[in-house]
């Protein structure tokens, strides 16, 4: 008995740790979401907030953050839906022993995307957009002992990666030419950045970054592979974070680079393509979460594409829908994973009848998936017909773009059918006998966001003057209004969501032969780009082991051959491109003692190339060292001479230790030449010698070296420069050399004894 009561014990020690994680998980985003709500008032007055410090001061870098009304918003979003997936994963991953790693991962995460969309700074917001990248990577790979998630997180840290060192070099430029990385200074310079030649680059730069987060052709790929992660994720990274960074950008830099016709011909047809493909895509599904995350695609694909417009009423549109697509999508990823729970499957093909047993999660899911089809009165119809407003408002392809709405919404209403009703209506199969209702703490967080969906579609002021005006205000740079409401009477809007519906519904029950239709496998496909991507990383892997072999091989004479030639064709690159030959230079009088010295060093370079046994060779480059510190004294740095001496004598003394252990050379064998190695010791040592005699007449303009002269005896007491500069001013960097010269001492050190005791042995 007390062998079971010391287990209960246990157990219940481990369990009460989990429970405290799980009551507390959602406080901190409900306390930044309350906070932010305590802002409203003032942000929809038009005011702005703006905090932070000094981070690097001579680059012009500060740790700044902005409150405006995009950035509240996005803000709301990230915190507030962040609440509910906090208390939704609480009851999901009930048991799990890594729980608190989960929720370490999910905060990392809430952080950096909430540090992006409040960045003040340029720089500020890339440190932060990498955070989500880490974050992200850690999220999707959180079952790691699975092969495909690793894969799907190492391709989503790999995609959003190289779109992110894209998006650096675009901040750059965009911050040289405003003169600031301060964000606020930055969307006053739009005149000038769209004037400047650099413009088309640093547009293309920053896209790259933006469609590769927010995953629109041709980094599509990555956002439904990244479906391996658990349900809560999902749900958080579809909603509310991740996905949205590269839709937050594009509009946060919209008064910058947009106004011109490459922004919008390049954001109008890459959204409609990313929304076209995904559609399709979306169709052919029978994984219930896969459909949605294709889905998700299509919303981006939407979002893009009207932040290309410059009408207010497609840039309205655009923050309408981030706010109707956070809401429905977080909850139906939720319904698909109780769904996954309570039935053990989430396949369409192999569901139905679950309504008889589960009518929360169905009621939950019904009023999600009409906000997501559009239908009145949920605030997913007013942003459709916003979109129809904002898409025929677009003034270079507006049947373009209209006729992309129209295909995408009617697909988005397949799927909503594919989620809300088949798993839910029918017959209940006879493998599913025992499903039952999901504990409140599943349904709860799902119901709450459907049900908002239809809060602010019977009073979609709430979100109108609140949300969407400001961060409207804040994308286009002037005060906007905008009239939120179900009815705008008959017009042209209300028909296209007439003919979506009918599409919609078309597709919905000719679905078996539409997906029969579209059976063909461009999943492995030449041409798909998961398979692409594949390609790519065995060509990668290809071309690593060919370059090791040829340049890593293990021979030290290749290693040198390749840095030497390496060395050679950049100096000779750099003297033909400046054109400085010191052809002219005017040679120094040599006296005896100089003239010594550098025959001593000639001398032993010399003998170093031709000795035939070590010892001497040995002996040689000692001379050779002797030599140059002889040089080094003649002509005015004792202290160079002196660190030479030093580490010619710690040489000679190292060398002479292992001196044994050497290969001896034969005493019969003749010395080859080797042409090759001679001319390529020639070409460098010329090269060398030209490009020091160039540097040489270069005028020599140095603050830095003025600066350590004033400064040295007045804050570093000491008149010996070099001295001063390496104890003082670099004391740092000189701490940080003994250190790994110390480590290299003691790894040496360790191996030689490790050697001697079995050498003893």
């Not at 033909?576 to 230079?585: A, C, D, M, N, S």
């Not at 010619?648 to 042409?675: D, M």
Request: net charge positive; aromatic share 10%; with cysteine.
């Amino acid at each position: 008995m007390g062998a079971v009561g010391d287990k209960d014990s246990r157990d219940s020690g481990r369990a009460m740790p989990g429970r405290l994680i799980s009551l507390l998980a959602p406080v901190p985003p409900a306390i930044i979401a309350l906070s932010l709500i305590l802002l409203m008032p003032n942000i929809s007055a038009g005011k702005e907030y703006t905090f932070g410090i000094t981070w690097v001061e001579d680059l012009g870098v500060s740790l700044r953050f902005l409150i405006d009304g995009l950035s509240f918003l996005f803000a709301l979003l990230i915190s507030g839906i962040g609440v509910f997936v906090a208390i939704y994963a609480a009851s999901y991953l009930r048991g799990n022993p890594d729980l608190r790693r989960f929720y370490l991962y999910l905060y990392l995460f809430m952080i950096g995307m909430l540090g992006l969309v409040l960045a003040g700074d340029l720089i500020t917001l890339f440190v932060f957009w990498e955070v989500t990248t880490v974050a992200s990577y850690l999220l999707i790979g959180y079952n790691h002992t699975s092969a495909i998630v690793r894969r799907s997180a190492l391709q989503a840290l790999l995609v959003t990666t190289l779109g992110g060192l894209c998006l650096l070099a675009g901040l750059l430029l965009l911050g040289s030419i405003t003169g600031s990385f301060d964000m606020v200074q930055v969307l006053a310079s739009g005149e000038a950045v769209r004037g400047n030649p650099l413009y088309v680059p640093i547009l293309i730069l920053i896209l790259i970054g933006a469609f590769s987060k927010s995953a629109q052709l041709p980094f599509h790929f990555w956002l439904p592979n990244a479906m391996a992660a658990p349900t809560p994720v999902s749900a958080y990274l579809h909603s509310a974070t991740m996905v949205k960074a590269g839709i937050y950008l594009l509009a946060r830099l919209h008064p910058v680079l947009a106004h011109t016709e490459v922004w919008e011909w390049i954001l109008t047809c890459t959204g409609v393509a990313t929304a076209a493909v995904a559609a399709v895509a979306a169709l052919r599904q029978t994984d219930l979460k896969l459909a949605l995350a294709y889905t998700t695609v299509i919303a981006l694909g939407t979002l893009t594409m009207f932040l290309g417009s410059d009408a207010s009423a497609a840039v309205a549109a655009a923050i309408t829908f981030l706010i109707v697509h956070s809401f429905y999508k977080a909850a139906l990823f939720m319904v698909v994973g109780i769904i996954d729970k309570q039935a053990g499957t989430r396949k369409m093909n192999k569901l139905s009848g679950l309504g008889r047993s589960m009518h929360i999660t169905f009621i939950t899911a019904l009023a999600a998936a009409l906000s997501m089809a559009g239908f009145p009165p949920f605030l997913g119809f007013i942003g459709k017909e916003l979109k129809y407003e904002g898409a025929l408002a677009v003034a270079s392809e507006p049947a373009l773009v209209s006729t992309a709405a129209v295909f995408a919404n009617a697909v988005t209403v397949t799927v909503a059918g594919m989620v809300a009703l088949k798993p839910f209506l029918g017959k209940l199969p006879h493998y599913l006998p025992k499903v039952s209702e999901a504990p409140p703490g599943l349904w709860i967080s799902p119901l709450i966001l459907s049900s908002l969906g239809l809060t602010f579609g019977l009073a979609p002021d709430l979100v109108g003057g609140g949300l969407v005006e400001p961060a409207l205000t804040a994308v286009l740079g002037i005060p906007e209004t905008i009239d939120l409401k179900l009815w705008h009477g008959i017009n042209i809007p209300l028909l296209m969501s007439i003919l979506t519906f009918a599409l919609g519904v078309i597709m919905y029950l000719g679905l078996r032969r539409l997906r029969a239709w579209l059976a063909w496998d461009f999943k492995h496909a030449p041409t798909s780009a998961d398979v692409l991507w594949d390609k790519s990383l065995e060509l990668l892997r290809a071309f690593a082991a060919w370059q090791t072999r040829i340049l890593q091989n293990g021979v030290m004479r290749r290693y040198l051959t390749v840095i030497f030639v390496t060395i050679s064709v950049f100096l000779a690159y750099a003297l033909l491109r400046t054109g400085q030959f010191p052809l002219e230079y005017h040679w120094p009088r040599l006296n005896l003692k100089e003239w010594a010295a550098f025959l001593l060093t000639v001398g032993g370079a010399f003998m170093a190339a031709t000795a035939r046994k070590p010892l001497i060779a040995i002996c040689a480059l000692g001379a050779l060292g002797v030599g140059i510190a002889l040089i080094y004294l003649f002509f005015g740095a004792p202290d160079v001479a002196i660190t030479q001496l030093l580490v010619e004598t710690l040489y000679l003394v190292l060398i002479a230790a292992i001196l044994p252990r050497l290969p001896v050379f034969s005493p019969g064998r003749k010395i080859r030449f080797r042409p090759r190695d001679a001319v390529l010791g020639c070409v460098l040592g010329l090269l060398v010698t030209l490009t020091i005699l160039a540097v040489l007449q270069t005028p020599f303009v140095s603050p830095t070296s003025e600066f350590f002269e004033e400064a040295s005896v007045p804050e570093g007491h000491g008149r010996n420069i070099v001295n001063v500069i390496l104890v003082d001013f670099r004391a740092l960097d000189t701490f940080g050399e003994i250190i790994v010269v110390f480590t290299a001492a003691v790894a040496a050190v360790t191996l030689l004894g490790h050697q001697l005791r079995r050498g003893a042995q």
